[in-house]
C-alpha cells in the first residue's frame, strides 16, 4: 500500500524527527544529553516542593553519561556514545535535565554559550517549563536562534488542570498557553511534550490534550508512557492504591488516533520514551521501543491513516 502521507520518505505515516533533520541537515542528527544541574520551582519551593510525582531524582536526566561531571566532560562523553552509532552524524546540545531556563540570565548565558558556538554544535534543545521563561530571556534566546537552531522543549504533558494539581505540575495551562503565545513571533522552535495513561485521565481526554495542543502555533510535539519509576512519588502511590495503565495495545491505539488530530507539518520528535530498566515497576512492555514503534506503523498501515487525517474532513 503506498504511503499517502507527504512528509516522508519511508512507510512512517507522520512528520518524524529524522525526516525533519535530514531534510533540513542531509546527515543524521542526534541530540546529546546533558544535565546543567538546574532545579525546577516546584522542588524548591517556588510553587511546590518535590517535583512532578513521576519525575525521578534526577529530574528526567536519567540516561546522561557522566552526570555530576562538569558539563563539557559530559559533552564528550555522550557526543563519544552518539558517534559510536552514527560515527558521521552531527549534534545538537540537549540541554534535557530539570528546568534549563530556572536561573538567572547571566547563568543561562554561562551554561549554554560554550555550546551554541562550538563548531561541531548545530544548535540547542533546551527542555524548560512554562513558567520560568521571561521575557528578557526569550529575547536573548531569539537573538541566538539568528545564528543557529534552538528548541525550546516546555513539559507539559497534559491540558488539564486536575490533572496538573494530581501529579504536581505546578503550573497551570492557562501558564503555558501565554509562554507559547510569547514565543510565537520569535525564531525559537517549540516542542510541547505529553504524557499518556496520567492518573483519573481517559482516552478521549489523551486525544483532546493533542487535538488542543495541535492548533497553537508548535513546531513539534513529544508524546511517551507515563513511566512509574522506583522511589518517585506516583510509584509509591501506585503500589499503596493502583490505578489503570494503559496496556500496550491501547497507549498505540491513543497514539495512533492523537496523531490523526495534529496537523502534518508538527514534527513528532518521539512516540516513546527513555526509562530506566533496572527502575521501572510496571508496564514493561514500553522497554522494546522498536517493537512499539513498529506496532504504531502497522496500526496506522491497518487502519489506513496518517497524521492530521481527522483534520481533513
Not at 559533552?75 to 549534534?91: C, E, F, H, R, S
Request: hydrophobic share 35%.
Amino acid at each position: 500500500m503506498k504511503n499517502p502521507f507527504i512528509y516522508s520518505n519511508d512507510n512512517k505515516r507522520y512528520h518524524t524527527w529524522n525526516y525533519y533533520l535530514k531534510q533540513k541537515y542531509h546527515s543524521k542528527v542526534f541530540k546529546v544529553p546533558l544535565n546543567a544541574n538546574f532545579s525546577c520551582p516546584n522542588r524548591d519551593g517556588t510553587c511546590g516542593v518535590g517535583g512532578c510525582t513521576f519525575c525521578t531524582s534526577l529530574g528526567s536526566g536519567d540516561q546522561v553519561q557522566e552526570m555530576f561531571e562538569p558539563l563539557d566532560i559530559q559533552y564528550d562523553a555522550n557526543l563519544k556514545v552518539m558517534k559510536n552509532k552514527w560515527p558521521q552524524g552531527k549534534g545538537f546540545a540537549y540541554f534535557q535535565a530539570y528546568t534549563n531556563t530556572y536561573c538567572s540570565l547571566e547563568t543561562l548565558k554561562e551554561t549554554i554559550e560554550p555550546f551554541f558556538y562550538k563548531e561541531d554544535v548545530l544548535g540547542l534543545c533546551i527542555a524548560t517549563r512554562a513558567d520560568c521563561l521571561e521575557d528578557e530571556k526569550i529575547e536573548y534566546l531569539n537573538k541566538l536562534a539568528q545564528e543557529k537552531e534552538i528548541w525550546i522543549e516546555l513539559g507539559l504533558q497534559s491540558i488539564y488542570d486536575e490533572t496538573a494539581a494530581r501529579i504536581n505540575r505546578g503550573h497551570t495551562y492557562a501558564t503555558f498557553v501565554d509562554c507559547v503565545e510569547r514565543l510565537k513571533n520569535t525564531d525559537l522552535k517549540i516542542c510541547v511534550h505529553l504524557m499518556n495513561s496520567l492518573p483519573n485521565e481517559t482516552k478521549d481526554m489523551m486525544i483532546t490534550s493533542a487535538k488542543t495542543i495541535g492548533q497553537l502555533p508548535i513546531h513539534a510535539v513529544k508524546i511517551h508512557m507515563l513511566y512509574l519509576m522506583e522511589n518517585t512519588v506516583l510509584a509509591k502511590e501506585y503500589l499503596e492504591h493502583p490505578f489503570p495503565l494503559l496496556s500496550k495495545e491501547d497507549y498505540i491505539d491513543v497514539v495512533v488516533r492523537q496523531l490523526e488530530y495534529l496537523p502534518k507539518e508538527i514534527i513528532i520528535q518521539r512516540l516513546t520514551g527513555d526509562g530506566v530498566k533496572e527502575q521501572q515497576i510496571e508496564s514493561f512492555w514500553m522497554l522494546n521501543k522498536t517493537v512499539v514503534l513498529n506496532d504504531i506503523d502497522k496500526e496506522m498501515v491497518k487502519r489506513n491513516t496518517y497524521q492530521g487525517r481527522m483534520l481533513e474532513k
